[in-house]
């Protein structure tokens, strides 16, 4: 009898070890505001990617920020960001969160914290501010920008793809403009389409640049934001409407193809042929915010 009751702690004994080791292994990938850049002052987003290679486990997220500081005339404070969460088995899930710290005098903090494991990273956020607020540019990795987006505006230009853009409104109060070249929004999940489309109809800038897949800009989620209805492609010759609006001659050789679109809303401020290529409509309580155009064109073959 006492053998086999050896035996038995033994083999529990050995389980228990199994699980303490898998639940070790939990890790914590954290990108915070957008490719870890923000303006400094307003909320961002954050979000953890916490990936379980064992068994079933529930526990919280923390994040932990500083408020108040020398901005604020108080002595800092820890403030706390919490979320129970359960993972899986041999799982992974992306958690995100609005945070808005005052102080960067001490460290951001994620932990995590559960049954027999705590997992915590740290990060210093000096240095990941620039003076402006920013551009985000939601454009695929292998696609390539026939745009270039350099003018008078200094506002700092982070690539992203479309899936990365808030979920909370609050974080594109650190946005200028979010450009969106040949992406669809079929991707956002509802949070993430309802906060881009309120931060719009609240004066935020949205560009959209014409692309040759023009059954992306077709789509319902994205053409109802858009001030024209595109119907296809035409190819032209020449785009003298727009040479003389920039003043500047387009480097091309070749035809060009531009989307075929019908005004539906707003202010056509360049045409070429009777298309749109050049078009804008406001947003907001009486025309308050910035514009959101749409038009583009690309050289032929």
């Known amino acids: 009898m006492s053998l086999k009751i050896r035996r038995d702690v033994i083999t529990l004994s050995s389980l228990f070890l199994t699980v303490s080791l898998a639940r070790a292994d939990v ?166 389409r309802r906060a881009l489309e309120s931060w719009i109809y609240s004066g935020g800038g949205f560009v959209v640049l014409g692309g040759l897949h023009y059954a992306l800009y077709q789509e319902a989620s994205l053409a109802a934001l858009l001030p024209i209805r595109v119907v296809g492609l035409k190819e032209v010759a020449d785009l003298p409407n727009l040479k003389r609006h920039y003043g500047r001659d387009l480097s091309q050789t070749g035809n060009l193809w531009v989307q075929d679109a019908k005004v539906t809303e707003g202010e056509v401020l360049i045409a070429e042929g009777g298309s749109p290529i050049l078009a804008m409509v406001s947003r907001g309580p009486k025309g308050f915010g910035r514009r959101r155009i749409c038009g583009g064109a690309k050289p032929g073959n």
């Open 27 to 192: 890790t914590l990938d954290v990108e915070f505001g957008f490719h870890r850049l923000f303006k400094l002052g307003h909320p961002f987003p954050l979000s953890v990617v916490i990936t379980n290679p064992g068994s079933p486990l529930e526990g919280e997220l923390q994040v932990e920020i500083w408020k108040g500081g020398a901005a604020k005339v108080m002595a800092p404070y820890p403030f706390f960001h919490r979320k129970e969460i359960f993972l899986a088995a041999r799982s992974q899930r992306k958690i995100p969160f609005t945070v808005h710290p005052d102080s960067m005098a001490r460290h951001l903090k994620v932990t995590f914290t559960g049954l027999d494991v705590e997992v915590t990273r740290e990060f210093d956020l000096r240095g990941h501010f620039p003076p402006s607020p920013l551009i985000l540019l939601a454009i695929s990795s292998s696609t390539l920008l026939a745009v270039p987006l350099a003018g008078k505006s200094q506002a700092p230009v982070v690539t992203l793809s479309a899936d990365e853009l808030p979920s909370d409104t609050r974080a594109y109060q650190e946005v200028w403009a979010v450009v969106l070249y040949e992406q669809s929004l079929l991707g956002l999940s509802d949070l993430q």
